[in-house]
């Protein structure tokens, strides 16, 4: 901030600010100039005052006994000379001047005081404030005039722009409509005359135009290729049939430019199932199987189709031998037109893979969704089948069967079969050989589905074959339509062989039979009703299976083949509602089963030769699932199990940390118990006997000092000679008991004595023998305590 420069003068006026003018600051700023000029009274007056000689000794004050000052001042003055009498603080005259004429005050002038400065000063901001809110209102009122006439203005100009662009758009479209192309004709049927720029000739298969440089009306001279040597000079060539041959051909995408490449270079080996598409078609299976065929016979890798797809019939897979080809499509869903199935071994399949050329191999057949509608099997092989390939169809649903082998005629192995959920069909895969079953087998499968349940006959059947296959994933709620029968009793068993389709009944229920075998020493049966059968697990309801204990069940097409039930379970009648049937091991027809199964959770698994399989999985019923060949082994915290489940659900050894217990005899063959066993060559000797073993008390697994006891099986090579005894060895002495000898061989027991001579540690075994030259002797020694 800067101050006010004052100049020593005396202004005559002080300025007033107009209402009109602009108050403005800084050096000769309106606001500042009446102030300016009273800074310079002030200054002037300041000087002339202290010009006076007698400023600073000729001032006096008003006072009770002098209420004017003058006698003070007329007292201390001469005449002729000027005296000055202060009027108070706050009195609006300061000082009034006096000149002293032969002792009399004559006042001669006076100086304003401060509260006449403070009134002045307030009434001019006062003014000051009444000059600013009249030019405030005035600006705010010249704003809203200016804002007025803007929007005014503004209004106007939208209208006009409004009215322009729809006056442009008018035009563009008159422009195009007059840019549409309009046939004259062909020219051999000429004259022809062109009136517009947008009229169209033909001439040989080709469009012409007028050129920019014909002047209109134009009409030709003719209909000859004479005069159109003429009047094609005047035209101008239009038609794109050309690159619109190269373009639909073979080699088109080629001419089409990208980013980087050109369209051939991005789509590379893809086909679309879209590209075969034909008008007319309501559904999808024939695309498909073009797309296919005409993929494999040009070398391409990679069939697409994005969408879910209806379709009524098969697609074949075939003659695509070991070429790496993949076909993804979204999903397919059968329509009503589909084949009617009546059962689980006749339905149609969505694809049916294989040809009598070979082996399919090195493929890949990717579904995301696939709807049966409760008729169709998903995949099926036939011919020479395929292998070393991956299948991965995700949502499975309302299927008979998902993968259904059988129909080969050749090995059918090592296939990756992955999903995501595959639920409410008949069953998830059924693994078995084809129709030569001598070389035609299905083996090193590897099933890795997500969650794989709810399917009224299993997750996964491995019926007669599959050896060497891999589970995985996770499975539940299967089953569900199967009753598994104990049989009491059974004839003609041996006439049902490898046969499907084979029904039975109890007289007034029928069921199919499936497959039998033998569990912990009893035969059952899985027969496949019509009905859904399980307990529910939410009601404990159901509707239960159709056959009971002590029926009698007959084969129509076998006479004298009976099954006499013993006992029936179905799925979710155990205890905790949740014992289902999963995994059918149907093995008890073929000499093993040899596959491993890995699953994070599976209610249940049944089947024959169980123990040549390996199971680990969890369940909520049953702690003991792991089952390594049979073998079976869980652990309380302090007891260590092992059981054959094969032969029992009752452990056959406990481990603790004090005691092993066999729960059964144990066998040892022809193999004898042993402790260690001392073979020596005694020779002949009239003499004194040899030592040829040592035995000593011990304190190795005993409760108390009770000494030890050893029991010795003598056997040699000397007809006649041998036998047995006891040896008892504690702190007291030697003892020999139960003995029972027999030969020409002699024998002793001497105690063995401590260093000290104080007591017995142990016993030497002394023998000698005179019958032969060289008597080989093999002494078994088992410890008893």
């Not at 700023?29 to 009273?38: E, T, Y």
Request: hydrophobic residues 40%; glycine residues 10%; charged residues 15%.
């Amino acid at each position: 901030m800067t101050n006010i420069t004052e100049v020593a003068s005396w202004d005559e006026n002080i300025r007033q600010i107009q209402r009109t003018e602009r108050v403005l600051g800084g050096m000769g700023g309106v606001v500042n100039i009446a102030a300016s000029q009273l800074a310079n009274r002030t200054q002037y007056l300041k000087q002339s005052l202290q010009a006076i000689p007698d400023y600073r000794e000729f001032t006096f004050h008003i006072t009770s006994s002098d209420p004017d000052g003058t006698l003070a001042g007329l007292a201390a003055t001469q005449s002729g000379q000027t005296f000055r009498v202060g009027q108070g603080v706050n009195a609006d005259i300061g000082f009034t001047y006096y000149t002293n004429i032969a002792g009399v005050a004559f006042a001669i002038a006076s100086f304003a005081g401060k509260a006449a400065y403070d009134r002045q000063i307030q009434q001019e901001d006062i003014d000051w404030r009444a000059q600013m809110l009249l030019q405030q209102k005035g600006a705010d009122a010249q704003r809203q005039q200016e804002a007025l006439k803007f929007n005014a203005w503004f209004t106007t100009s939208q209208s006009e722009v409004d009215t322009f662009v729809n006056a442009q758009e008018a035009r563009i479209d008159t422009l195009i409509l007059n840019s549409e192309d309009v046939p004259l004709g062909d020219y051999t049927t000429g004259p022809l005359t062109f009136t517009a720029a947008n009229n169209t000739l033909t001439h040989g298969g080709y469009t012409y135009k007028v050129k920019s440089s014909t002047v209109l009306p134009f009409t030709t001279s003719g209909n000859s290729e004479q005069t159109w040597a003429v009047d094609s000079s005047s035209l101008r060539l239009m038609s794109d049939a050309t690159l619109r041959q190269e373009l639909g051909s073979t080699t088109g995408a080629t001419g089409i430019g990208m980013h980087h490449g050109t369209l051939d270079d991005v789509i590379g080996d893809v086909v679309t199932v879209e590209q075969f598409a034909v008008a007319g078609e309501t559904t999808w299976e024939g695309a498909i199987q073009r797309a296919f065929d005409w993929a494999v016979a040009h070398g391409k890798t990679r069939v697409w189709g994005p969408a879910v797809y209806d379709v009524k019939s098969t697609i074949f897979w075939r003659h695509s031998g070991a070429s790496k080809i993949r076909l993804e499509l979204g999903g397919l869903r059968a329509t009503d037109e589909w084949p009617q199935s009546t059962g689980l071994w006749d339905a149609t399949p969505f694809f049916m893979i294989g040809d009598n050329n070979g082996n399919i191999t090195n493929f890949e057949l990717a579904v995301g969704v696939v709807d049966g509608n409760d008729r169709a099997d998903v995949i099926q092989a036939t011919g020479y089948g395929f292998a070393l390939c991956l299948l991965d169809i995700g949502y499975a649903h309302n299927n008979i069967s998902v993968v259904h082998l059988g129909g080969q005629n050749f090995n059918t192995g090592s296939v990756d079969i992955i999903g995501k959920n595959w639920s409410g069909n008949w069953l998830g895969a059924l693994i078995q050989n084809g129709q030569n079953a001598s070389n035609a087998i299905a083996e090193g499968w590897r099933i890795n589905v997500m969650f794989n349940a709810a399917n009224k006959v299993g997750g996964v059947w491995f019926r007669r074959t599959g050896q060497y296959g891999r589970v995985l994933g996770s499975m539940d709620y299967n089953g569900t339509s199967l009753s598994v029968a104990k049989l009491s009793a059974v004839t003609g068993l041996d006439n049902i062989g490898n046969t499907r389709g084979l029904r039975c009944t109890n007289g007034n229920e029928s069921a199919e039979f499936l497959f039998y075998y033998q569990y912990q020493g009893s035969l059952y049966v899985v027969l496949l009703e019509d009905y859904d059968v399980q307990i529910n697990q939410n009601t404990h309801t159901g509707r239960g299976s159709s056959f009971t204990s002590g029926e009698v069940l007959t084969f129509p097409d076998l006479p004298g083949t009976t099954f006499t039930v013993e006992s029936v379970t179905v799925a979710g009648d155990n205890y905790a509602y949740a014992n289902y049937f999963d995994l059918l091991h149907d093995f008890q027809l073929a000499p093993f089963g040899k596959i491993d199964v890995n699953c994070g959770y599976m209610a249940g698994v049944i089947g024959g030769n169980l123990h040549s399989s390996r199971f680990f999985y969890y369940n909520v019923f049953d702690g003991l699932t792991d089952k390594w060949n049979g073998l079976t082994v869980s652990h309380s915290g302090s007891v260590l199990s092992f059981y054959d489940r094969a032969a029992s659900d009752a452990a056959f050894m406990n481990v603790t940390k004090d005691y092993l217990n066999l729960d059964r005899r144990l066998y040892m063959g022809l193999h004898k118990i042993t402790n260690f066993e001392t073979v020596a060559g005694l020779p002949r000797n009239p003499g004194d006997a040899v030592t040829v073993l040592t035995l000593q008390d011990t304190a190795t697994d005993k409760y108390a000092p009770a000494g030890t006891t050893y029991h010795l099986e003598v056997q040699t090579n000397f007809h006649g000679t041998g036998g047995s005894f006891d040896v008892s060895i504690i702190g007291g002495g030697v003892k020999v008991k139960n003995r029972k000898w027999y030969g020409v061989m002699l024998w002793e027991v001497w105690e063995q004595i401590s260093a000290d001579g104080n007591s017995v540690i142990g016993a030497d075994l002394r023998m000698r023998q005179e019958a032969q030259d060289l008597m080989y002797i093999t002494i078994t020694v088992t410890r008893f305590g």
